[in-house]
């Protein structure tokens, strides 16, 4: 008997380190994965406009880059879009804490304090903005940090395309979150060349559960082939049809942007 609980105690020993082992690998993967925050200026007039950029390119931007955040990607409905006019603000942040603590941190930032004057003691019948809507996402594991898009055109000329999918239930959201994983949509995006920003879980938003994403192209046209290719792919026609990823979708919200020219994505 002693030769068997010795093996079974060894046996348990090392089924106790792997599993030990696989909880911290996936701890560590988890912690690599990027916070985003989605900051959406609803405006009603160009002087907000103005003022609001100004204090985003000469003021919140500069701070961020001062904090250890490399890229903050600042966007704008293209002409044609009927959302209204809008300032979406994209801010990547390593680890929960940092976003946690960003505001914090602003606070104590006095050359931010100073640049950003205008915007943080604003009267309150004269604000920047009519409305501001914050979206909280982590990163999926397929990318765990953002990406810079490598265009060939001009800022003036991109299109950046953001979308967010809606799911019926949590659980239908987090079957499409598999599908983009661990279904290789991720993957498949990539392949085509779909130039990803981000592509994260949604946190805290106003339109949950659900995900979004954001790709880039150097035009209109360079979208809608991309698009066409990719409904024609035969890895895609497989994997819309699997049951398993049926429903997952209830409402689809596609937005067009540009970036501004001060904007690091």
């Not at 809507?133 to 060939?152: C, G, H, N």
């Not at 106003?206 to 066409?228: A, E, G, I, V």
């Not at 979708?249 to 020219?261: C, Q, R």
């Amino acid at each position: 008997m002693r030769p068997f609980c010795k093996t079974s105690r060894l046996f348990s020993v090392s089924l106790l380190f792997f599993f030990t082992t696989m909880v911290a690998s996936f701890r560590a993967n988890a912690a690599e994965k990027y916070y985003y925050q989605i900051k959406i200026y609803h405006l009603k007039t160009q002087a907000q406009e103005d003022r609001l950029d100004q204090y985003l390119q000469n003021a919140y931007l500069p701070a961020m880059h001062r904090m250890g955040i490399k890229d903050v990607g600042v966007f704008k409905p293209v002409e044609s879009d009927t959302s209204g006019k809008r300032v979406y603000v994209l801010t990547p942040f390593r680890t929960w804490s940092q976003l946690e603590n960003v505001e914090e941190k602003l606070a104590a930032d006095a050359q931010y304090v100073t640049d950003g004057k205008d915007y943080i003691d604003a009267a309150y019948n004269d604000a920047l903005y009519t409305r501001l809507e914050t979206i909280v996402l982590r990163a999926f594991p397929k990318m765990p940090e953002p990406a810079v898009p490598d265009l060939s055109a001009k800022k003036t000329d991109r299109v950046y395309e953001l979308r967010s999918y809606e799911s019926p239930t949590e659980k239908y959201n987090v079957n499409k979150v598999h599908m983009f994983n661990f279904g290789n949509e991720v993957a498949l995006f990539k392949r085509l060349n779909f130039n990803a920003v981000f592509y994260a879980e949604v946190l805290a938003g106003s339109h949950m559960p659900n995900l979004m994403y954001m790709t880039t192209f150097n035009s209109k046209q360079d979208r809608d082939k991309h698009w066409d290719t990719f409904s024609n792919d035969p890895e895609w026609k497989t994997l819309v049809a699997l049951p398993e990823y049926q429903h997952n979708v209830s409402k689809a919200d596609i937005l067009f942007l540009h970036p501004t020219a001060y904007s690091d994505f």
